[in-house]
């Protein structure tokens, strides 16, 4: 059975230690005036004025965004798994899955390369694609055709064991982040 092409961003599904998978107890903040609509699923990084953003290919990651609460214009508090481009709010607090061990799930892209069993292993960049407005679900994706052995933002470690998944085109992996905030030797 081929696999289908439904990219929906990273899903936490484990841990590497075994331990208990969730966001960050201490939530992190948009810039009041933060301008990119991020959903659920999306790779976020840390901006070097403590607020975080969606992350693009090559950045250090942070983690992956959960959902976001936060006080509209007219006093109402809203937790939302939809970050809306330019919202106008107050009280700003991001919840996010900032642990480096989090195994995550997500789909190859397929562009112009296959994904192969060799690959468990390798590094990747992402695809940071616009999320759906329709479903407000995360479409990025693994970027198949960066598989490096050297580098890369994440490092799949298997393939989703599901009978709905092959190892081929449009592939759910099993990965980490590789080049995650906490494991650098660098300030931001």
Known sequence: MANRDTPSGARPVGHL???????AMEPFAFADDYATATYSGDFVK????GVI???????EL????????????NGEYVFS????????????????????NIIYEIQH?????TPAAADVGLCYDIVATAG???FQVSREEIDTSTG?????????????????NEIGEFAKALVVINEHIYRGTDGI
Do not use: M
């Open 53 to 59: 953003a969606r992350a693009a290919a090559g950045d």
């Open 109 to 113: 892209d397929s562009d112009s390369a």
């Open 17 to 23: 230690t075994g331990g208990l998978v969730r966001p």
């Open 148 to 164: 490096l052995t050297a580098s890369g933002q994440l490092r799949q470690i298997g393939f989703v064991e599901r009978a709905d």
């Open 62 to 73: 942070l983690g992956v965004f959960y959902g976001v609460q936060y006080k509209t214009d």
């Open 81 to 100: 798994k939809h970050w809306p481009a330019a919202q106008s709010a107050s009280e700003i607090k991001a919840f996010v899955y900032s642990d480096p």
């Open 46 to 49: 840390l901006l070097d004025t």
């Open 132 to 134: 759906s407005t329709v």
